[in-house]
T-cell receptor, first 111, second 113 residues
Framework: GQQLNQSPQSMFIQEGEDVSMNCTSSSIFNTWLWYKQDPGEGPVLLIALYKAGELTSNGRLTAQFGITRKDSFLNISASIPSDVGIYFCAGRDNYGQNFVFGPGTRLSVLP | EPEVTQTPSHQVTQMGQEVILRCVPISNHLYFYWYRQILGQKVEFLVSFYNNEISEKSEIFDDQFSVERPDGSNFTLKIRSTKLEDSAMYFC???????????FGPGTRLTVT
């Protein structure tokens, strides 16, 4: 089946630093969703991407739909302690309505 | 802001027992989903539901699982005879017709002993 890879698996950064993470696939996707999950809670939708090359922002978060349609990137600028959590990408191909999730990137922000 | 709700937040059950997990999707959404997340692992798709029938299901969603929309607001997941490996967080999600954006509930933690 389809699989997504996310890198890095985990990262430790200082408060105020910018963060970059990515999500890659061996197959083409038509939609990317980025979610954040806090411990013991449900994933919260951050950004949705629908077109190759699309760049979308949500506050300090910016996500891009890769031109090859096999990857997507999420950047967080000027990180703050509440950015701590696991960031999941989810992709949908052209054949289905449903999404496959990546394994997540765990972000830790040091004060 | 409308949100997906789920009950109970935590369910403990003995192996072999039936459990029903409940979800109230966002009120004007028509597509409903169940996902599972084993502790420390990624979110896994179980089933999607639209127009009162299953649209798609994964290999995880075997004969022990069933879904139902018993009324205009609830969406349920039933596990007929729970196994130890069914212990996980179960998330309900819903989406409207205008986009692919799925909104998740807070989850039900199922512990099978």
């Amino acid at each position: 089946g389809q699989q997504l890879n996310q890198s890095p698996q985990s990262m430790f950064i200082q408060e105020g630093e910018d963060v970059s993470m990515n999500c890659t696939s061996s197959s083409i996707f038509n939609t990317w969703l980025w979610y954040k999950q806090d411990p013991g809670e449900g994933p919260v939708l951050l950004i949705a991407l629908y077109k190759a090359g699309e760049l979308t922002s949500n506050g300090r978060l910016t996500a891009q739909f890769g031109i090859t349609r096999k990857d997507s990137f999420l950047n967080i600028s000027a990180s703050i302690p509440s950015d701590v959590g696991i960031y999941f990408c989810a992709g949908r191909d052209n054949y289905g309505q449903n999404f496959v999730f990546g394994p997540g990137t765990r972000l830790s922000v040091l004060p | 802001e409308p949100e997906v709700t789920q009950t109970p937040s935590h369910q403990v059950t003995q192996m072999g027992q039936e459990v029903i997990l409940r979800c109230v999707p966002i009120s004007n959404h028509l597509y409903f989903y169940w996902y599972r997340q084993i502790l420390g692992q990624k979110v896994e798709f179980l089933v999607s539901f639209y127009n009162n029938e299953i649209s798609e299901k994964s290999e995880i969603f075997d004969d022990q699982f069933s879904v139902e929309r018993p009324d205009g607001s609830n969406f349920t997941l039933k596990i007929r005879s729970t196994k130890l490996e069914d212990s996980a967080m179960y998330f309900c999600a819903s989406k409207g017709t205008a986009s692919y954006e799925q909104y998740f509930g807070p989850g039900t933690r199922l512990t099978v002993t």
